[in-house]
């Protein structure tokens, strides 16, 4: 089974930076997709930022121009950068891994999640 492990979250003041790693392991597989979702107190999951494994990407209009997504294949290790975080930032961010496993079977796994706190 696909296992996803996530670190560099934190305690940040506004305008400062953070950069979140989401590394995945355990058996064999292709990366399709790597996504970054948060998720903030009595709010909706969201997609925050989207890279294929040829290297398209897509963000939140909240967070373009602020946070880079980035992809290595050879880690299976996708990377968010995050700077002049706002306190709204504030979340408990996921990455999700789209993937295929043997015989050509789909799949998707999460991320236990990351908490990034961004005081005023």
């Known amino acids: 089974q696909v296992q996803l492990v996530e670190s560099g979250g934190g305690l940040v003041q506004t305008g400062g930076s953070l950069r979140l790693s989401c590394a995945a392991s355990g058996g064999t597989f292709r990366i399709n997709a790597m996504n970054w979702y948060r998720q903030a107190p009595g709010e909706q999951r969201e997609l925050v930022a989207a890279?294929?494994?040829?290297?398209?990407?897509n963000y939140a209009n909240s967070v373009k121009g602020r946070f880079t997504i980035s992809l290595d294949n050879a880690k299976n290790t996708v990377y968010l950068q995050m700077n002049s975080l706002k306190p709204e930032d504030t979340a408990v961010y996921y990455c999700?891994?789209?993937?295929?496993?043997?015989?050509?079977?789909?799949?998707?796994?999460w991320g236990q999640g990351t908490q990034v706190t961004v005081s005023s």
């Open positions: 999700k891994l789209e993937g295929i496993r043997s015989f050509w079977k789909t799949f998707e796994s």
């Open positions: 890279i294929s494994s040829a290297g398209s990407t």
